[in-house]
């Protein structure tokens, strides 16, 4: 069973960071893709960026030279290094793996394929 557990989020003021870190279970690993959405209230999920098979990384306008995402296999965690925060980047913040089937499934073909397995998130709160 595919589990996926985030951890990191929290509130910081403009300009601060926060790193994200997402434990997933070993019946994870082997995903094609795996990645970090996001959602506010009222809006749809949307993509921040996602690893495509260990090598290909991909961000969003939104994140790119603002966030990194890396991953270790040897303690299987995905991160998601944010710096820069801003009051736009308030949300919460999921991990998901591709696969999986049933309601839960989206398509997100920019990040790599459809993602059918979430955590719970994570809240990220920008304020001053």
């Known amino acids: 069973q595919v589990q996926l557990r985030e951890s990191g989020g929290g509130s910081v003021q403009p300009g601060g960071s926060l790193t994200l870190s997402c434990v997933f279970s070993?019946?994870?690993?082997?995903?094609?893709?795996m990645g970090w959405f996001r959602q506010a209230p009222g809006q749809e999920r949307e993509g921040v960026a996602s690893?495509?098979?260990?090598?290909?990384?991909r961000y969003s306008a939104a994140a790119k030279g603002r966030f990194t995402l890396s991953k270790d296999n040897t303690k299987n965690t995905l991160y998601l290094q944010m710096n820069s925060l801003q009051p736009g980047d308030t949300a919460m913040y999921y991990c998901a793996a591709c696969g999986g089937s049933g309601p839960a499934l989206l398509h997100y073909r920019a990040y790599g394929g459809a993602f059918g397995y979430w955590g719970q998130g994570t809240q990220v709160t920008v304020s001053s």
């Open positions: 690893i495509v098979r260990d090598s290909d990384i």
């Open positions: 070993a019946s994870a690993a082997g995903s094609a893709c």
